[in-house]
């Protein structure tokens, strides 16, 4: 079963503006994992932040994880419009790439011109 | 970056027939290959675990003899659909994760099957 919850389920900004996303998760993890997903495609890791992290940045991205709460944030920057897509938080249990990886509800991020 | 290739990237098919979608990571070796399924607007529900040599392992729910997962080799896993229904309709993603122990998980770029 899914064990991420995402909010909000869609957004909509303009450009320019900043994108916030929030994660939520039920069980204790190793790491949190945010990837994007165009319409129909496949999907692009984004991010990695692990367990004993606070935040983490990649150019105009910048990830929280507030492991007390088993939340966790995506904030995109300065969006543009090629930033719409779908953003969705993935948690890993266990070390190693052999556990599973359970996906959020995801959000579905319009940035318009 | 690891690349994985998913063949075909669209398939139609009548119901009752069987469909097979291929993964393949193109420049690595894969010991583990995950299958998931995606219906429109929702997020990836992980359908099976297969591992090099060895059964797949299936999430709860999955019916086994209908997704049909063969991981043959390091670098190619098969799924096919067997005696295809119109709710088989999906899009299916497979990812991959190499041998050297990354954190990161390869995504292929997802095939598109509708049964009619």
């Known amino acids: 079963s899914q064990q991420g919850e995402e909010d909000p389920q869609a957004l909509s900004i303009q450009e320019g503006e900043n994108a916030t996303m929030n994660c939520s998760y039920k069980?204790?993890?190793?790491?949190l994992q945010w990837y994007r997903q165009n319409s129909g495609r496949g999907l692009v890791h984004l991010i990695l932040?692990?367990?004993?992290?606070r935040e983490k940045h990649s150019g105009r991205l910048r990830v929280t994880l507030d492991t007390s709460k088993k939340s966790s944030s995506l904030l995109i920057t300065a969006s543009r419009a090629a930033d719409t897509a779908s953003y969705f938080c993935?948690?890993?249990?266990?070390?190693?790439?052999?556990?599973?990886?359970?996906f959020g509800t995801g959000t579905r991020l319009q940035v318009t011109l | 970056g690891a690349v994985v290739s998913q063949h075909p990237s669209r398939v139609i098919c009548k119901s009752g027939t069987s469909v097979k979608i291929e993964c393949r990571s193109l420049?690595?070796?894969?010991?583990?290959m995950f299958w998931y399924r995606q219906f429109p607007k929702k997020s990836l529900m992980l359908m099976a675990t297969?591992?090099?040599?060895?059964?797949?392992?299936?999430e709860q729910g999955v019916e086994k003899d209908k997704f049909l997962i063969n991981h043959a080799s390091l670098t190619l896993s098969t799924l096919t659909v067997t005696s295809a229904h119109p709710e088989d309709s999906s899009f299916y993603i497979c990812?991959?994760?190499?041998?050297?122990?990354?954190?990161?998980?390869?995504f292929g770029p997802g095939t598109r099957l509708t049964v009619t």
């Open positions: 993935a948690t890993r249990r266990l070390s190693g790439t052999a556990s599973k990886l359970t």
């Open positions: 069980t204790s993890i190793n790491n």
């Open positions: 932040i692990r367990s004993n992290e």
């Open positions: 420049d690595f070796q894969a010991t583990t």
């Open positions: 297969s591992n090099e040599g060895s059964k797949a392992t299936y």
């Open positions: 990812s991959a994760v190499g041998t050297s122990g990354v954190y990161e998980q390869y």
